[in-house]
Every structure is written in structure tokens, then in C-alpha cells.
């Protein structure tokens, strides 16, 4: 473990761990009273959970043509989401970035972004709903909003590794200064803002489900109904459209984000 | 391989990017109207964002004096994340070294393992709040659960693939002097691969904050919980205050775990 060297084995070598994993205990036992957790209430809670995955078989089969709706839905909110999202977060990652925005810019945006991450897009969607009412609307703007905090930082970071030569190289050539941000600025990140903004589509579709039970609509909500109704096997179904619809899009953003990381290499 | 654009004409290049755009821009528009969503709404409609702010300011943090419960729920958001980032974490380590191919002989354990990890990690987290809330009940001991089972989905194969990724020679150098199996992982793989096993159980930390209060709304218990509750009955004063906290507190966890992280890394390259 470390660079001492220990002439036969010993297990004094394990006396430096025994402080820390008495703490760890104590804190995992502490937390655990405070949530309640309880060995034997997870067993019979496991068994429990069993018996309701057992009545959720088999799916309600007629019910698949009425979720054709809804799952349009959770895809296009999370495609518009991640579309406006990629642009506001472009906007954002270029004035938080040092070689493009003054510094009090940058300081306010990686403040703005920083307090964004912090916030979970379904508490955002609380607002919203608070704001504009129950519908897609609510999701596609806190799915928008929500990408800030991850892809604006995740620009910024891209735009700040590009090679300065090059920025020069556009300067000297008296561009202006739109002309340097997008020749010298963008072209160079656009794979991976295509990378990132793919990344975030899977992440999205994920939470286009959770945010439709608490009021965007879609597939998540039908999800959510079918479970407060005791419906399950309405529930099974959407289930199943819920897990194809994240497996197509977790394989399918990561088929195109190796085609483009390879393109962008080429070039 | 297909040639880079660089050698097409530049009046072929400007008509493929025109055609990319306007496609891209009649797609949008098209989905936008097929969900009624109307972008502008949000400055038409903006006034209504102006009446909750109004209804919402100034928040109300009385509440952290005179609502006691508040606390309490603060402790069990924490209390959530942290175990469910020890337990999930400790559960996805011992996984990973059953979906390793470097480190498991067996291919049919290895890829049942490996369908149980990518299993877990497709189906979402709203399923299984919703089963575990309707088998153990509301409260924090669902959420939990609900964070150990995410954590063990993301970083079980995380895991996995940072044991594949290893060096093979010092395993090899290991086993060559004799070794049994379980003495490689021990002498070689697990001095390895801690320090980063650390850094992300201190990452998954961080997420799980940040999960423990979406959980929290769908009966998971803690902040999330009083947050929806809020917002339910229209105190918006006393949301507001509630995420007001929120963030300083996510900030602030960040902020240490980010140190944490470093510094555990750190000490890793010195070695």
C-alpha cells in the first residue's frame, strides 16, 4: 500500500484501517436509523416486491396501441429539449469560456451554471408547472434548462483546450470577432458538442419519463397513473415501452457518438 | 472511408450545410407544432412566471427556525444519499470483479452478471421508487433502496470497466510468482484500482444528492418530500426557502467532494 517495504506479512499493515471503518459503521448505522432502514423489514419488503412484479404479469397487451401516444410524446420532449438545450447551453458555454468571454461574464455564467447543477430538472419542472400549468410545455423548458448546468459546463471546458494558435492564426487574418468565434471557436468543438449533446439526449430520455409523472405528459405518466390505480398490468406495459425506448436510445446515441468521434478525428 | 469535405467545392459544401440546416429547422418546427409547443409562450406567458415570483418572494427561512420537521428531513436526504452510495458503491464493487473478464474465468457468470448490471441500469428510477414505495411503504427507507439499486447499475459497469482497462503486467507478475486468484486481486488489482473507486463513490455521492431529492417526490421522503408538499399546498415562500437550502447544500457537498476527489487522486499519482 505504501512504499514501505514489509519484511513478512503482517497484520499490523491493517491497524492504520481499523480507525476509519469503525467510523464508517458508526456513520452507516447512524444514517440507517435515520432512514428507517431495517434488515428485516427489507426482506419481507423484498419478498413483497416479488409478489407485486408477480401481478404485474403479463402485460396488458391491448393496452400498447393507446401508449403509442404518450411515448411520441416523452421522445419529442426530450428531443426539443435537447435540441434548445444544446443551443442555450453553446450560448453559455462560450461566455463562460476564458478565451472568449471578459471575466466578470465568465465569473456570472459559471456562477448561473453552478447553481444550476444544483438544481434537479423535476424541481425545476415544480416551478414550471406552479408557473404555466400541467403539460409538455413544463417539460421541454426544464429539460432546456437543465441542460445548462451539465453541457454549458462541459462547452466551456471544450472551448477552453482549443489551441490559442490557431485563434491567432484567424485573428491575424483581421477577422471580426463573430468571424473568430465561429471559424476559430466553434468548428474545432463541434464533434464534441455533437458528442455531448447526444450523451445528453440518452440522459434525457431518462428523465422525459420521470418528469412526465409529475406533469409533462407522456409515457411517465401513464406509468404513474397505471401504478396509483392499481392498474399493474396497464403498468407492465408501459414498462416495457419505457425500457425499449431507453435501451434504442442509449444504443443508438452511442453508435452515432463513435461515428463522430471518429469523423472528427479524420479531419 | 469517406472523404473529409475538405476537398468539395465550397459552393457544395455552403448547399449541404444549407440543406442540413433547413431540414434540421423544418423538423423542429414540425415537432413543435405536433406537441403545441410554442417557444414564444414563454415571453407571452411570461407573466406568469412574474405572479409566482411575486407570490414566492421573499422566501420565508422562519421555517428552518419554527419547523422542526424541516430539519429532519434535511438529515434524512443526506442520510439517503450516503448510504445508498456505501451500499450501492460496496454492492457494484463486488459485482465488478464478477463481470471482469480479467478478473472472472467464467464466461456464463460473466455475462449474467453483466445483463443484471445493464438490466438495472436501463430500467428507470421512477419504476423502481414506484414498486418500492407500494412494498416497504412511503419514507426514506424506499428512496434508499432506490438510490442503492441506480448506484449499483451506473457504477457496476463503470467498475467493471476500469478493472478491464488495467495494465495486465502487474497481474501477470503476480501470478507468475505463484498467486492464486483471489491473491492477485488482492496484491495487485485492488491497490490499483482504490484510489479511483474512492474518487467515484465520492462522485456517486454527489449524484445521489442530487437523485435523493427527485426521489423525495415520489414518496421517498426527506427535502424532496417537503419541497412537493410545499409547492402542493401553495406556500411558495417556505419552496423557496427549501431551495434556496437545497442549493447551498448540493453546492456545498460538491465543493468537498470535488477537494475530496483531488485529493485522493492526487495521492494516487504520487504513489
Known amino acids: ?267 | 472511408m469517406k472523404q473529409p469535405s475538405l476537398y468539395t467545392l465550397p459552393s457544395t459544401r455552403y448547399k449541404r450545410k444549407a440543406t442540413v440546416f433547413s431540414l434540421i429547422a423544418i423538423l423542429t418546427v414540425g415537432i413543435c407544432i405536433y406537441l403545441g409547443f410554442d417557444p414564444l409562450m414563454l415571453f407571452t406567458e411570461f407573466h406568469y412566471v412574474v405572479d409566482l415570483a411575486g407570490n414566492m418572494l421573499p422566501p420565508n427561512f422562519e421555517m428552518f427556525r419554527s419547523n422542526g420537521h424541516v430539519w429532519r428531513a434535511i438529515l434524512e436526504t443526506i442520510c439517503m444519499a450516503f448510504l445508498g452510495t456505501i451500499y450501492g458503491g460496496s454492492i457494484a464493487f463486488v459485482l465488478a470483479f464478477l463481470a471482469a473478464s480479467n478478473t472472472m474465468p467464467a464466461w456464463a457468470i460473466r455475462q449474467v452478471v453483466r445483463f443484471c448490471l445493464s438490466l438495472m441500469r436501463v430500467i428507470p428510477s421512477l419504476v423502481i421508487i414506484l414498486v418500492f414505495v407500494v412494498a416497504i411503504g412511503l419514507g426514506p427507507f424506499a428512496g434508499m433502496l432506490t438510490l442503492v439499486w441506480t448506484t449499483i447499475g451506473t457504477f457496476g459497469q463503470l467498475f467493471t470497466q476500469i478493472i478491464e482497462n488495467l495494465e495486465p503486467a502487474p497481474s501477470d507478475a503476480i501470478y507468475a510468482i505463484g498467486a492464486s486468484r483471489v491473491q492477485v486481486i488482492r496484491y495487485s488489482i485492488l491497490p490499483q484500482i482504490f484510489p479511483s473507486f474512492i474518487a467515484n463513490l465520492l462522485y456517486s455521492f454527489d449524484i445521489n444528492m442530487r437523485a435523493a431529492l427527485a426521489m423525495g417526490i415520489f414518496g421517498g421522503g426527506g427535502i424532496g418530500f417537503e419541497l412537493y408538499m410545499a409547492m402542493r399546498v401553495l406556500r411558495y415562500k417556505d419552496a423557496l426557502a427549501l431551495i434556496c437550502f437545497t442549493i447551498v447544500l448540493i453546492t456545498i457537498m460538491e465543493k468537498l467532494s470535488d477537494h475530496l476527489r483531488k485529493k485522493v487522486l492526487g495521492a494516487a499519482t504520487l504513489k
Open chain 1, 1 to 267: 500500500m505504501t512504499g514501505q517495504t514489509y519484511p513478512t506479512y503482517n497484520l499490523k499493515r491493517y491497524r492504520k484501517w481499523v480507525l476509519p471503518v469503525i467510523a464508517l459503521a458508526i456513520a452507516v448505522e447512524g444514517a440507517a436509523l435515520v432512514c428507517g432502514a431495517d434488515i428485516r423489514e427489507l426482506n419481507s419488503g423484498l419478498i413483497r416486491s416479488f409478489i407485486f412484479l408477480g401481478q404485474m404479469f403479463p402485460p396488458d397487451w391491448s393496452a400498447f396501441p393507446d401508449l403509442v401516444s404518450p411515448a411520441v410524446d416523452t421522445i419529442v420532449i426530450a428531443v426539443l429539449g435537447t435540441f434548445f438545450g444544446t443551443i442555450i447551453s453553446l450560448g453559455f458555454g462560450l461566455a463562460a469560456a476564458s478565451n472568449v468571454a471578459p471575466r466578470w461574464l465568465r465569473r456570472l455564467t459559471r456562477g448561473f451554471i453552478r447553481i444550476e447543477r444544483a438544481l434537479p430538472e423535476i424541481v425545476i419542472l415544480l416551478f414550471l408547472v406552479a408557473a404555466f400549468g400541467l403539460g409538455p410545455f413544463g417539460g421541454v423548458v426544464s429539460l432546456t434548462i437543465g441542460c445548462i448546468g451539465m453541457l454549458g459546463k462541459l462547452f466551456a471546458d471544450a472551448i477552453e483546450e482549443i489551441d490559442p494558435v490557431s485563434i491567432e492564426a484567424i485573428e491575424a487574418l483581421g477577422a471580426s470577432k463573430i468571424q473568430v468565434i465561429y471559424y476559430g471557436v466553434l468548428q474545432p468543438v463541434i464533434p464534441s458538442i455533437i458528442s455531448f449533446a447526444l450523451f445528453r439526449f440518452e440522459l434525457n430520455i431518462r428523465l422525459s419519463v420521470v418528469l412526465g409523472a409529475v406533469g409533462a405528459g407522456g409515457v411517465g405518466l401513464e406509468l404513474y397513473r397505471a401504478f396509483s390505480l392499481l392498474d399493474y398490468n396497464r403498468g407492465c406495459s408501459a414498462l416495457i415501452i419505457t425500457l425499449v425506448l431507453v435501451f434504442i436510445t442509449e444504443r443508438l446515441s452511442e453508435y452515432l457518438r463513435s461515428k463522430v468521434r471518429m469523423e472528427g478525428a479524420l479531419k
